[in-house]
């Protein structure tokens, strides 16, 4: 009668675990989220009602007890070590022939894979069981931290493979995912409790949580590196190791390249650009010799590896002191705190302005001027101020209040419910404002007028010469020669470009227009929707949601603008003074429809500019896109293409050099 039933509790426990390897090693889930709850609910239910079935490594014994004399010491059988490191292409160099000299010339096939910035882990499985999991601790005794291991769902609790050495002892990083530190610091937040300053901590701070009920709530991941004791070895080779992990049904660090020294140079630089894109945080390379003999036979120096290095990455984070809190006053009004630094290198370059977005922000990192503060830059994002560095407060700093009137033209400050923003009410008033707008008015994207950049537009407002957008066409000459020390011939050109300028585009003028948050692809869907500008103003609510891309807020701020009077009269006034455009030809595209295709653009082109051949493509009907994913249909990549050429050549993507993409288009 309960065989049936021991034998439904080891089909369920079998495919729970299958579940959970689909989705955690091999990212690849076969079912829903609800699918595997009813799973495990059904296994739970059965469990309770036959407690002697329950096996500890049933997929419902995750969360243990605590252990009630805090964390036991752990001696490693092989020792952790960490790695040396190297800084640029010359160290880089230098590592590769130190190594290649003591292998007497041989030249060894090289690995290279994400440095993960979390903490290292051993985990070891005794026939097949996870029997212990230890942190790193000096390299050679850590703490013991099984119960809190156990808890996280991509550490399988049995290896899978059909033949397994008795002791495999598995080396890897306990991290959190970026959006997982990001929801995790919200719950805290929301619940009042401290959060942490990043991932890396969280991580650190989760898995030595002594309550494992806790740990089962914090969403730590697991990526193996290594191997520590082994009864027998798993592989010739470091790449072969890591696919035998992954089919024991552990998640291996994935991105490894192997190949010859320049193979891992251009997997540096490759990796650095994508370092960002990534869902969790990377501090550097880690190289190794690929072949575990010739690992052996270089042995080791102090507490690292001969046969590795660390090639790190810029650090993204670095400490400085804020001069000054200054407001800006954005295009739309919007006011944003700026911090002034002093000058610090960070993220590869030096900065001295950061952004602390909004005064909800301020009030929360509770950050003044005069403090010490930590700086992030990423990427090409905008470099932010990420905390303070509390304990060097010493002085009584005043806080920073937020203002309640504009500081450039002293209108009323706004907030919208729900908004953090704050922005300042006087519109075009605003000396600011109209600024930004004006800027945005002439820039590249928009009515792209040339010779007429900040500083010239800054003077002219600055004269009483420019209110609005259609001043401009209104200018002469004389006005423009003296200011700036502008000579005749000059200002005689930026008359020319400003008069050019008025031949444009629908899609040009909707962008230069500056609606809240129409950006130039939306205003080009807009532009080829609607086709004429009368259409589009007079277009009503549900006219506008027809539109691809242009969601319920988009389409309340495109009528929230031509509702304006103002607005209204700006339109009329640029109209008059001669902006003009040709409607877009509804039809006949000369070329091969290319209707919901993403196409992406890589490397230099020749003939034309990468701007200019996305033009064309999307004219064709392509969506044109900045990354690559398996939803790319083609890549046309020219000379220095890297790690998005890459990318489609992994994913079986077609790609096209520039020619082949010239006659394509024929
Ligand atoms: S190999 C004997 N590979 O970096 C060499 N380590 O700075 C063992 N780390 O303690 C390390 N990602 O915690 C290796 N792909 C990777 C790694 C990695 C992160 C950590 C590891 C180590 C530290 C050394």
């Given at each position: ?184 610091n919200?719950?805290?937040l929301?619940?009042?409790?401290k959060t942490f300053v990043n991932?890396?901590n ?113 650090a993204q984070e670095a400490a400085t002191r804020i001069i000054a809190i200054d407001v800006q ?6 006011i944003t705190p700026v911090a002034r630094l002093e000058p610090v290198f960070v993220g590869?370059?030096t900065v001295s302005n950061a952004t602390l977005h909004n005064f909800d922000e301020i009030s929360y990192l509770d950050v003044r001027p005069g403090d010490r503060v930590m700086v992030r830059r990423?990427?090409?994002?905008i470099p932010q101020v990420v905390r303070v560095l509390a304990d060097e407060r010493t002085l009584n700093l005043p806080q920073v209040v937020m203002p309640?009137?504009?500081p ?12 953090a ?246």
């Amino acid at each position: 009668m309960t065989e049936p039933v021991r034998q439904r509790i080891k089909v369920l426990s079998e495919q729970i675990r299958q579940h959970d390897y689909n989705y955690h090693v091999l990212d690849a889930p076969t079912i829903g989220d609800s699918q595997y709850d009813a799973l495990m609910a059904e296994l739970l239910a059965l469990e309770a009602d036959y407690p002697d079935y329950v096996r500890s490594d049933s997929p419902t014994q995750r969360v243990g007890a605590k252990p009630d004399q805090g964390f036991q010491e752990v001696t490693h059988r092989v020792p952790m070590l960490s790695l040396d490191n190297v800084f640029d292409a010359e160290e880089f160099s230098q590592f590769v022939a130190r190594v290649t000299d003591r292998l007497d010339g041989l030249t060894p096939e090289w690995t290279a894979e994400p440095k993960l910035d979390g903490l290292a882990l051993s985990i070891r499985y005794e026939q097949g069981n996870l029997v212990q999991a230890a942190t790193r601790g000096d390299g050679q005794s850590g703490e013991d931290v099984t119960a809190n291991v156990r808890t996280i769902r991509s550490i399988p609790l049995r290896l899978m493979a059909d033949s397994i050495p008795e002791i495999v002892e598995v080396r890897g990083e306990v991290i959190l995912k970026k959006a997982d530190f990001d929801a995790m610091n919200a719950r805290l937040l929301d619940a009042g409790e401290k959060t942490f300053v990043n991932p890396r901590n969280a991580a650190a701070g989760s898995l030595r949580q002594l309550d494992p009920t806790l740990v089962a709530q914090r969403p730590l991941s697991f990526y193996a590196y290594g191997t520590g004791e082994l009864s027998q070895p798993l592989a010739p080779t470091h790449q072969a190791t890591m696919a035998a992990l992954k089919a024991m049904g552990i998640p291996v660090n994935p991105g490894l390249v192997v190949g010859d020294a320049v193979r891992i140079e251009q997997a540096y630089r490759d990796l650095l650009e994508e370092r960002d894109q990534l869902p969790y945080e990377i501090d550097g390379m880690v190289i190794k010799v690929n072949r575990l003999d010739l690992q052996t036979s270089l042995g080791f120096v102090a507490r690292a590896p001969r046969y590795a290095s660390a090639w790190k990455f810029p650090a993204q984070e670095a400490a400085t002191r804020i001069i000054a809190i200054d407001v800006q006053v954005g295009r739309t009004g919007a006011i944003t705190p700026v911090a002034r630094l002093e000058p610090v290198f960070v993220g590869g370059v030096t900065v001295s302005n950061a952004t602390l977005h909004n005064f909800d922000e301020i009030s929360y990192l509770d950050v003044r001027p005069g403090d010490r503060v930590m700086v992030r830059r990423a990427g090409d994002v905008i470099p932010q101020v990420v905390r303070v560095l509390a304990d060097e407060r010493t002085l009584n700093l005043p806080q920073v209040v937020m203002p309640l009137a504009c500081p450039v033209c002293a209108s009323p400050i706004e907030r919208a419910p729900g908004e953090a923003v704050i922005r300042c009410s006087g519109g075009l008033v605003c000396g600011a404002q109209r600024l930004e707008h004006l800027k945005h008015f002439v820039s590249r994207k928009a009515l792209d007028i040339e010779g007429v950049g900040e500083k010239l537009l800054e003077l002219l407002i600055a004269e009483g010469l420019l209110h609005s957008p259609a001043d401009l066409f209104r200018l002469s000459s004389e006005q423009l020669v003296g200011l700036d020390r502008m000579a005749e011939k000059s200002a005689a050109n930026v008359i020319e470009s400003i008069q050019a300028a008025r031949e444009t585009t629908l899609a040009r003028f909707l962008f230069a227009l500056g609606i809240r948050d129409v950006g130039e692809a939306t205003a080009r869907t807009l532009a080829q929707h609607f086709q004429t500008l009368d259409a589009l103003m007079a277009a009503d609510f549900d006219a506008l949601l027809e539109v691809g891309d242009v969601g319920p807020i988009v389409a309340s701020h495109i009528q929230h603008f031509f509702a304006s009077e103002e607005n209204r009269h700006v339109i009329q006034d640029l109209m008059d003074s001669g902006v003009r455009w040709t409607e877009p030809e509804p039809t006949e595209r000369k070329g091969p429809d290319l209707s919901g295709q993403t196409w992406v653009l890589t490397g230099t082109l020749e003939t034309m500019t990468r701007d200019e051949a996305a033009e064309v493509l999307r004219g064709l009907g392509a969506k044109v896109s900045g990354s690559v994913s398996a939803k790319t249909t083609v890549v046309v990549a020219g000379p220095g293409a890297g790690s998005k050429l890459t990318k489609a050549e992994s994913l079986g993507i077609q790609v096209m050099d520039e020619q082949g993409l010239l006659e394509f288009l024929k």
